[in-house]
């Protein structure tokens, strides 16, 4: 049941998104080929595409077909590997560098790289709708790194997975096969292969061909020097030593693939020194695989030489390198803990003092030793074997807060949440005592652990509310202060979504493009430099664009992934150019045109101009407006829609985009937040208080809606039925009594 202001409250209907129009159906199929035949006619079109690691070598491998003799290639997004060198190697052996990501869209899995070679075969583009599921079809890939291997198969049917609708194949996916061409029996591509069952391995999928199409028609380039910028750490903060793929994303520090260095060692540093003894070190942790190993370093010399403190193969180990090899290990501690969580983050802590080091996990003292072979030396993180990692809130000083609340706190929420969804207690004895109790003994054990599963579900929604509600209130005391940080109101705003982002990560993720930009303006620039220094740094060379093929995925409206992706909506990607622009001194205002948000200038002594950043800031003036808004609404254009917004209506905008996206998905939980946020920047708006009062009667939280009705009643909002309240307030309490 998705819910919506009814006209028995709010007068006036909600506009809904048209479907699209039904693609037109495909021509008579000729009489098809071999198998034998086609493969003898695309080989000159298949391509193994590889991406580097950082040791020089190939570090992936997949497949890709020609879409353009001048050098474009389809693949997928994961096939390339982010921030990596990638070449393609044709059917006649010889291999070419990519010199361009000619367009991407991560969501899709989709990408088109480009090479410096012209008189390339491009395969022909199909129409996936016309496919018939049982339809004989043919795919080209390198599985396990049989270049050009061809298999048969057929159309299994479509499926939507993660809300993109997907071709299911009768043919197995194996590693390499990834980007290869999905054919008929005419040689004309339908999709992309780009996954391979769990559930059998005679299974497959492939991303239809026509979600390519919006890749050709509107691509991002960007040049592959800026392409290895993606994700890469601030060499301002961190060196890297030993190899493995570290990046950052979402203000968090990611690492996967083997270092160079004894047992696939490599290091993150720290470039600034740590404080003077004594001082504590300490980061979250979480693995990928219990059976991998990371977490701290310190007292390292910038190479072989350090101490590591890190969870590995579920225990907590305490090591000190001496050099590059077994030989120079050495296991100063290692134990098992209880208060180790597997699979979730960890908090690790070392205290370094003149007469050694304590080690602490989640703020239990799990290592004391006295070992003082290493002397000072730089701080940081740690990966070992083929582990993959993620950690945050690395920090150091003199003392760190804990990790986890106090006792004290601990014992008084527990207390508050105690008997939160909790139903009859089964047997508590002894295990010998507990077998006399036979079957229905387990049953009840059963019974029992099943009301604790329920009531820790319970918990970990009012978890999630009052992590949202905290956040709301931020977003309320942003909103209220003058003048509002749109910026960070903004990632307030993901942070709905997302508790954990780091919200000062983000912030330096801005400072740095900021930085970036301005370095690229001439001394002296007037507005029309700035702005063309601007659009070049953002739009040609790092690459920034329009979410075209996933444009209602929620990523989109969190600026923070905006700025991580370089992919966003109009009103995302229009405040990050705004703030980059006021920070050269650029004065522009957002326009909130229906539809399609943009931002407008007036130069010094110019003329008004608007600026597309969903189109790669293309200027428009009045009449390029006026054809753009009747293209997308068919409406005229009026003065007033081109009237600036302020933050509050930029914010409310942001927040209802996600609320449409929540509705549409019937997700009640996410809808409430949204609502609240809207209501904590916009407090009279009484269209969104009947919403958010029907949306809390249906997740049981009467109180909520009762005080949203009452509300209505006393303010008596001019476009709300007050009778329709009164008859939701009276049911109400009929049905609590």
Wanted: some cysteine.
């Amino acid at each position: 049941m998705v819910i919506a202001p009814s006209g028995l409250f709010a007068r006036g209907a909600f506009a809904a998104n048209p479907a699209p129009e039904a693609a037109a159906a495909g021509s008579a199929e000729p009489a098809p080929d071999s198998v034998e035949a086609i493969a003898k006619r695309v080989r000159d079109s298949i391509v193994t595409i590889r991406f580097s690691g950082r040791g020089g070598g190939d570090q992936g491998l997949g497949t890709g077909f020609v879409i353009a003799a001048d050098g474009l290639i389809a693949t997928n997004y994961h096939v390339i590997g982010e921030a990596r060198p990638v070449s393609v190697e044709l059917s006649d052996g010889s291999r070419h560098d990519v010199t361009a990501i000619h367009a991407s869209d991560r969501a899709a899995d989709l990408a088109i790289v480009r090479i410096a070679k012209q008189g390339l075969s491009p395969l022909p583009l199909g129409a996936p709708e016309t496919l018939l599921d049982g339809q004989e079809v043919v795919a080209v890939g390198n599985p396990h790194g049989l270049e050009r291997s061809v298999v048969a198969g057929r159309v299994s049917g479509k499926r939507e997975i993660d809300g993109r609708s997907m071709i299911q194949l009768a043919i197995p996916i194996e590693p390499g096969n990834s980007g290869g061409p999905l054919l008929d029996r005419e040689g004309k591509v339908h999709g992309i292969l780009t996954m391979k069952s769990l559930v059998t391995p005679f299974l497959g999928f492939a991303v239809g061909v026509d979600q390519l199409q919006p890749l050709i028609d509107r691509p991002n380039p960007i040049g592959i020097d800026r392409w290895l910028t993606i994700g890469t750490l601030d060499p301002k903060e961190w060196t890297t030593v030993g190899g493995a793929r570290w990046r950052q994303r979402a203000g968090r520090i990611v690492v996967e693939g083997t270092g160079t260095g004894f047992g696939g060692r490599s290091l993150c540093l720290a470039v600034a020194a740590p404080p003077p003894l004594p001082y504590e070190i300490a980061v979250w942790v979480k693995l990928d695989d219990e059976a991998g190993a990371a977490g701290l370093v310190f007292a390292a010399d910038g190479g072989d030489r350090h101490y590591g403190f890190y969870p590995t193969a579920g225990k907590l180990r305490l090591t000190r390198f001496d050099g590059p090899d077994v030989l120079s290990w050495k296991i100063l501690e290692e134990a098992a803990s209880p208060d180790y969580l597997p699979g979730a983050w960890n908090h690790l802590r070392v205290r370094r003092t003149a007469d050694g080091f304590v080690c602490f996990l989640n703020d239990a003292k799990v290592f004391e030793s006295t070992d003082k072979e290493l002397g000072e030396g730089k701080v940081g993180l740690a990966k070992f074997r083929d582990t993959k990692a993620e950690f945050r809130g690395f920090s150091t000083g003199a003392e760190l807060p804990p990790a986890r609340p106090p006792a004290e706190q601990l014992a008084r929420v527990a207390g508050l949440v105690h008997d939160l969804g909790a139903t009859s207690a089964a047997p508590a004895d002894l295990v010998a005592t507990l077998v006399t109790e036979g079957s229905s003994g387990d049953a009840a054990l059963a019974a029992r652990a099943d009301a604790l599963d329920r009531e820790a579900k319970r918990v970990r929604e009012l978890m999630a509310q009052v992590q949202a509600k905290r956040t709301v209130s931020a977003l309320e005391r942003s909103a209220a202060a003058e003048p509002i940080d749109l910026f960070g109101a903004a990632l307030l705003v993901a942070a709905l979504d997302n508790p954990d982002l780091d919200l000062d990560g983000a912030e330096k993720d801005l400072d740095r493009l900021a930085a970036e930009v301005a370095a690229a303006v001439p001394a002296g620039a007037d507005d029309a430099a700035k702005l063309a220094a601007l659009n070049r740094v953002l739009f040609t060379e790092l690459g920034f664009h329009g979410s075209r093929g996933d444009y209602y995925n929620r990523s989109n409206s969190y600026v923070n992934e905006v700025l991580d992706d370089r992919e966003g909506i109009p009103i995302t990607l229009a405040i990050v150019y705004m703030e980059l622009a006021e920070r050269l001194g650029l004065a522009v205002d957002g326009v909130g045109l229906p539809g399609h948000f943009l931002v407008g200038h007036v130069s010094a002594g110019g003329e008004p101009r608007w600026i597309d950043v969903f189109d790669g800031a293309a200027i428009l003036d009045r009449d390029g407006v006026a054809k753009l808004y009747r293209d997308l609404q068919g409406r005229e254009l009026t003065d007033e829609l081109l009237a600036p917004v302020g933050p509050k209506a930029i914010l409310v905008r942001m927040i209802n985009n996600l609320l449409s996206i929540a509705t549409r998905e019937d997700d009640a939980p996410a809808m409430h937040r949204y609502l609240d946020a809207i209501l904590a920047v916009d407090p009279e708006s009484g269209r969104d208080r009947v919403m958010r009062m029907l949306v809390a009667n249906r997740l049981g939280r009467k109180d909520a809606a009762r005080a949203d009705a009452l509300w209505l009643l006393e303010r008596a909002p001019e476009e709300i039925d007050l009778a329709a309240v009164h008859r939701f307030l009276e049911a109400l309490d009929r049905g609590g009594r």
